[in-house]
């Protein structure tokens, strides 16, 4: 029971009980508000709590407002299956308009199919049409300009001929006018080289007659002093013998005192060796030995020694003279970017090395390593 209807009902029980002649009137309206197990609870606790008269009269009211309670759900039936039997045929009518409507769209389909199918064949022949007109176009346009540009490389080859053969002809010209001036400037040369002649026979010829006469002056004048001088001869041909001795003497020790000192002076050159010749790039061997390499490959090493084998020279060290004769002389530096020598030094090839050598010691002043290939 709800609590919307409690207090309905026990109001009405209240007036039942309390009797009157309200008593049937509330019965049969508290049996509208209250189902069968309900009623029948009720009807029992009034026959407890009444008297038998009003008893008898509640009983009787509850009995009516069952039946009326029993006989209200037939209707709710009927109207609930008139509901459904309506829900039903709505459904039924959905359903057939639905098939109709897809058996109309059913209907309409292939003929929009097809009217698509015409539209997209109209089209791609459009298409198709504009396609070959803009091929036709581009290929017209590029038979045009494969003309223009034909015709422009035979016009400047039509140029290059003519200037072509123009240079050409100015070239022969000029060869003929450097021909003609040379001819001429020999023919001026020989003239010029004729007078020369002629004027320097001249010369000779005055000259030496000019020398003859000197040469009479000075026999004259010799003579004359001879005559004057005789007395003295004696002492002088004494005085010229002592002096040629010791003029002898002179150049003995003038030619040993000048070895000596060309030998102190290579010494003197040999401290003076610079070795900063490589920071400058005149001499850039590596990078010309890239671009030159057959001229670094003098090929196999013979040593003057047999059996001797490679040693990694290093400056200061001191050769024997066998290796650095004139067969491993390096006779062209400048061929190999090497800075020219001066004084005793040499250039010397030592297997696949360059080194510098002091010819009068044999010491090593400056070595390259792995130089040849």
Same mark, same amino acid.
């Given at each position: 029971? =709800?609590?919307?209807?409690?207090?309905?009902?026990?109001?009405?029980?209240?007036?039942?009980?309390?009797?009157?002649?309200?008593?049937?009137?509330?019965?049969?309206?508290?049996?509208?508000?209250?189902?069968?197990?309900?009623?029948?609870?009720?009807?029992?606790?009034?026959?407890?709590?009444?008297?038998?008269?009003?008893?008898?009269?509640?009983?009787?009211?509850? #009995?009516?407002?069952?039946?009326?309670?029993?006989?209200?759900? =037939?209707?709710?039936?009927?109207?609930?299956?008139?509901?459904?039997?309506?829900?039903?045929?709505?459904?039924?009518?959905?359903?057939?308009?639905?098939?109709?409507?897809?058996?109309?769209?059913?209907? #309409?389909?292939?003929?929009?199919?097809?009217?698509?199918?015409?539209?997209?064949?109209?089209?791609?022949?459009?298409?198709?049409?504009?396609?070959?007109?803009?091929?036709?176009?581009?290929?017209?346009?590029?038979?045009?300009?494969?003309?223009?540009?034909?015709?422009?490389?035979?016009?400047?080859?039509?140029? $290059?001929?003519?200037?072509?053969?123009?240079?050409?002809?100015?070239?022969?010209?000029?060869?003929?006018?450097?021909?003609?001036?040379?001819?001429?400037?020999?023919?001026?040369?020989?003239?010029?080289?004729? %007078?020369?002649?002629?004027?320097? $026979?001249?010369?000779?010829?005055?000259?030496?007659? =000019?020398?003859?006469?000197?040469?009479?002056?000075?026999?004259?004048?010799?003579?004359?002093?001879?005559?004057? =001088?005789? @007395?003295?001869?004696?002492?002088?041909?004494?005085?010229?013998?002592?002096? $040629?001795?010791?003029?002898?003497? %002179?150049?003995?020790?003038?030619?040993?005192?000048?070895?000596?000192?060309?030998?102190?002076?290579?010494?003197?050159?040999?401290?003076?060796?610079?070795?900063?010749?490589?920071?400058?790039?005149?001499?850039?061997?590596?990078?010309? $030995?890239?671009?030159?390499?057959?001229?670094?490959?003098?090929?196999?090493?013979?040593?003057?020694?047999?059996?001797?084998?490679?040693?990694?020279?290093?400056? %200061?060290?001191?050769?024997?003279?066998?290796?650095?004769?004139?067969?491993?002389?390096?006779?062209?530096?400048?061929?190999?970017?090497?800075?020219?020598?001066?004084?005793? @030094?040499?250039?010397?090839?030592?297997?696949?090395?360059?080194?510098?050598?002091?010819?009068?010691?044999?010491?090593?002043?400056?070595?390259?390593?792995?130089?040849?290939?």
């Amino acid at each position: 029971m =709800d609590s919307q209807v409690e207090p309905i009902v026990s109001k009405r029980i209240n007036d039942a009980v309390s009797g009157g002649a309200a008593t049937q009137e509330a019965l049969m309206n508290l049996s509208i508000l209250m189902k069968g197990s309900a009623l029948s609870a009720l009807a029992f606790a009034l026959a407890l709590v009444a008297p038998p008269e009003e008893a008898h009269a509640a009983t009787g009211a509850v #009995e009516a407002g069952a039946e009326f309670e029993s006989g209200q759900p =037939d209707t709710r039936r009927e109207r609930r299956a008139n509901r459904r039997g309506e829900r039903r045929q709505t459904r039924q009518n959905n359903r057939g308009q639905r098939t109709q409507a897809r058996q109309e769209r059913r209907t #309409e389909r292939p003929a929009a199919r097809q009217n698509n199918r015409a539209e997209r064949r109209e089209s791609r022949q459009d298409n198709r049409a504009e396609r070959r007109s803009s091929r036709q176009n581009a290929q017209s346009e590029r038979r045009n300009t494969r003309r223009t540009d034909e015709r422009t490389v035979e016009r400047r080859d039509a140029q $290059r001929r003519n200037q072509q053969s123009s240079r050409n002809r100015e070239r022969v010209n000029n060869r003929a006018e450097r021909r003609g001036n040379r001819v001429e400037n020999r023919a001026d040369r020989r003239d010029n080289r004729a %007078g020369n002649r002629a004027e320097r $026979r001249g010369n000779r010829a005055a000259n030496r007659s =000019d020398r003859r006469a000197n040469r009479g002056d000075r026999v004259n004048r010799r003579t004359d002093r001879a005559r004057r =001088d005789g @007395y003295r001869d004696g002492v002088r041909s004494e005085r010229r013998a002592d002096r $040629r001795r010791d003029a002898r003497r %002179g150049e003995r020790r003038g030619y040993r005192n000048g070895v000596r000192q060309a030998q102190r002076q290579a010494r003197r050159d040999h401290r003076r060796w610079n070795r900063t010749w490589r920071n400058n790039n005149r001499y850039n061997w590596y990078g010309h $030995r890239y671009s030159n390499r057959s001229i670094f490959s003098l090929g196999r090493y013979y040593a003057p020694y047999r059996g001797h084998r490679y040693n990694r020279l290093r400056i %200061g060290f001191r050769l024997d003279n066998l290796f650095f004769s004139s067969r491993y002389y390096i006779n062209d530096p400048w061929r190999y970017r090497l800075p020219q020598v001066y004084g005793p @030094y040499r250039w010397v090839r030592y297997y696949d090395d360059v080194v510098l050598i002091d010819t009068y010691t044999g010491e090593v002043v400056d070595v390259i390593h792995d130089f040849f290939w």
